[in-house]
């Protein structure tokens, strides 16, 4: 199908195609009415202007914008201090949007256009589906995707290596000695933890360990399932119970922590916990937690860098009907983690020194 112009978008609204300019260009001549009218037609025909054409009108601005799911999200303040090391030495400033209640990015997308205030765009992700921002990025306006904890698209992206991550913190268990070894998951749906849960099955089966699913429980970043999972897993007999536990983040091992002190266990005298994060908390936590770093400030700068050489590298001479997308592969980013050790993990309690079933299979673990 042939890319919508601004006259198809106006013979859609039944209006001008210089009203509708105007409604692009967040014009104060327009009425309210008239540019919810004209937005909606945009949105529900998926029209994203040329970003190329509109900067052109209005000039280019010295601001980026960051998308981020909530403020409250543990990871934001992090990435935002990495993101703000960079461009406080170019001359940009940052402008925070927030998508916490939106189904999609498209009526983020319309905030965005019609404040015509952002230059490019660094999202952290969530659940959205991320077609709009697709769009947007072919349409000509530089969007950076940070922490792709949800989807993977044809988008410049900087992210942890959480395959790697999980593969590290089953080391560490496993060098302790433990063998019967449980995980706690988050939301699966997530690659992110599509990807940890894959590394704590190929870390087992690198050991020569069978999988045991009654070892392997939902958590879906949930605190009251996380909890409640949890101590189905110490109510089991105690040969059957697990020396450690895999979490898919720090806050799910909070859970994991208080399920065992509710069930009467010791951190880590009868059980082991480790995370995945390294959130500010994971140190202030009594015992203080092991965990898997995710470099969060360092994948806020290269997001940042990234974000700004985008906007700095299209032909500024660019009108809409001569605007392409560019050919080259976008850059992806993974970012290394690292392994974090605190108090949480100790050694297999003496008791049950022959714990797991330790013994090859010649079945393959499912994959997530």
């Not at 704590?200 to 020569?208: Q, V």
Request: hydrophobic share 40%; proline share 8%; charged share 20%.
């Amino acid at each position: 199908m042939a890319k919508l112009t601004i006259r198809d978008i106006a013979a859609l609204s039944g209006l001008s195609k210089s009203t509708v300019s105007l409604v692009l260009n967040n014009s104060p001549k327009v009425d309210p009415a008239t540019r919810r009218h004209v937005l909606a037609v945009m949105r529900r025909h998926r029209y994203v202007p040329s970003f190329a054409a509109t900067a052109l009108a209005k000039g280019s601005t010295r601001l980026i914008g960051m998308v981020v799911p909530g403020l409250s999200w543990h990871m934001v303040a992090s990435i935002n201090i990495g993101v703000a090391a960079v461009t406080e030495r170019s001359g940009f400033d940052i402008i925070l949007y927030t998508a916490t209640n939106d189904r999609d990015y498209g009526s983020l997308i319309d905030r965005v256009l019609t404040s015509s205030m952002a230059s490019g765009l660094l999202v952290v992700t969530d659940k959205q589906p991320l077609e709009p921002l697709v769009q947007l990025h072919q349409e000509g306006m530089p969007v950076v995707l940070v922490n792709t904890i949800g989807a993977e698209v044809d988008l410049p992206s900087v992210t942890a290596d959480n395959y790697e991550g999980a593969l590290t913190a089953m080391d560490h268990l496993l060098q302790l000695g433990h063998r019967r070894i449980a995980c706690v998951q988050g939301w699966m749906e997530y690659t992110c933890c599509q990807d940890r849960y894959r590394g704590y099955l190929d870390a087992l089966r690198k050991a020569d360990i069978q999988p045991d699913p009654e070892l392997t429980k939902p958590g879906d970043f949930v605190p009251e399932q996380i909890r409640a999972r949890s101590r189905e897993l110490f109510a089991l007999p105690a040969e059957q119970r697990p020396t450690a536990v895999f979490a898919h983040s720090d806050v799910t091992a909070y859970g994991v922590m208080t399920a065992a002190a509710e069930t009467g266990l010791r951190v880590p005298e009868d059980v082991s916990v480790i995370g995945f994060d390294d959130i500010e908390s994971a140190a202030q936590i009594r015992p203080p937690l092991t965990t898997i770093q995710q470099p969060f400030v360092e994948m806020g700068k290269r997001a940042a860098t990234l974000l700004l050489d985008a906007i700095g590298g299209p032909d500024e001479t660019e009108t809409e009907q001569d605007a392409e997308p560019s050919p080259a592969e976008p850059p992806r980013l993974t970012m290394p983690t690292s392994l974090i050790v605190r108090s949480s993990c100790g050694p297999v309690p003496v008791d049950r020194p022959s714990q797991g079933r330790s013994h090859r299979t010649s079945e393959q673990p499912t994959k997530a």
